[in-house]
């Protein structure tokens, strides 16, 4: 009868997914139907970590967040855990054999988040490598399925690719991560020196992660490869945004694509694979 509680347990981690990604949910649907479960699990997990220390202040966060690193690497060894959330997870690292490692890393950037901090060049290194580089190669072995071979040729592209998002993700919470959460992750940046000057230089260096990481995107599995196109599609439409705004629009608002905007990138992007342009 485990069986049903694993099927709530990838629900729960569906749910979690559609309600605080619009992005990532329709990126998943356009993934081949295998790996919706199996990604919806990374998610799931990730956002959890995520919310402790973006969400629940007021709470013991370092406390709830080494329970969650305990409990997660106790699910993966006995393979079920009551949090349903970690029954996915440990399921999907188990049976694509994910590196510990990269758990390792991500939650060690999720720590880093417990401090207010002004990042130096080392420690945004550190802090895009396991918040957003990781999960791109947790995600990428489960697309190449076991093909030890492929994964080596694809990560330094699906790193580059998560640390664009991710980079983009700075400069769109750039308002709530400064003001409210005290967090200044670019590098040395102080918030009087935000300037055209440094917000160009800031999209030069995301342009050149896209680039990278685009490369990876044309040589992903075909089971993988539009939908992570799709993903891809967002994240530059939105740095498109980001660059058509001046520095007081990035620090009063959060940049944002509408769902219409969202849907037709689908949209176009299905004309495109149909005509064999993808």
Not at 113 to 135: C, F, H, M, P, T
Not at 166 to 177: A, E, G, M, P, S
Not at 203 to 223: N, R
């Amino acid at each position: 009868m485990k069986n049903i509680y694993d099927h709530v347990s990838i629900k729960v981690s569906r749910v979690i997914t559609n309600a605080y990604s619009t992005s990532f949910s329709i990126g998943i649907r356009c993934l081949h139907k295998s790996l919706h479960n199996p990604i919806y699990s990374i998610y799931g997990f990730v956002r959890l970590s995520d919310e402790i220390v973006d969400s629940f202040s007021g709470y013991d966060q370092k406390r709830m967040l080494d329970q969650l690193e305990k409990d997660a690497f106790d699910a993966i060894e006995k393979g079920i855990s009551l949090n349903p959330v970690l029954n996915s997870f440990q399921e999907v690292v188990n049976r694509f054999n994910i590196d510990h490692d990269l758990i390792r890393q991500f939650l060690n950037s999720m720590k880093m988040d417990l401090e207010e901090r002004v990042y130096s060049n080392q420690e945004y290194e550190l802090y895009i490598l396991g918040s957003a580089e990781v999960v791109g190669l947790m995600c990428l072995k489960i697309f190449c399925e076991g093909d030890s071979e492929q994964y080596e040729q694809l990560k330094i592209p699906a790193k580059k690719l998560g640390a664009a998002f991710q980079k983009i993700n700075f400069l769109r919470d750039f308002k709530t991560d400064y003001f409210d959460l005290k967090r200044m992750y670019f590098p040395n940046l102080e918030i009087e020196n935000f300037n055209a000057e440094a917000k160009k230089k800031i999209e030069e260096d995301i342009a050149k992660d896209f680039e990278e990481g685009y490369i990876g995107v044309k040589k992903l599995p075909k089971k993988a490869r539009f939908g992570t196109y799709i993903a891809y599609k967002y994240y530059y439409e939105l740095l498109m945004k980001i660059k058509n705004a001046d520095v007081k629009g990035i620090l009063n608002n959060r940049v944002r694509l509408s769902n219409g905007k969202k849907y037709s990138i689908v949209i176009v992007s299905i004309i495109k694979k149909v005509f064999k342009l993808i």
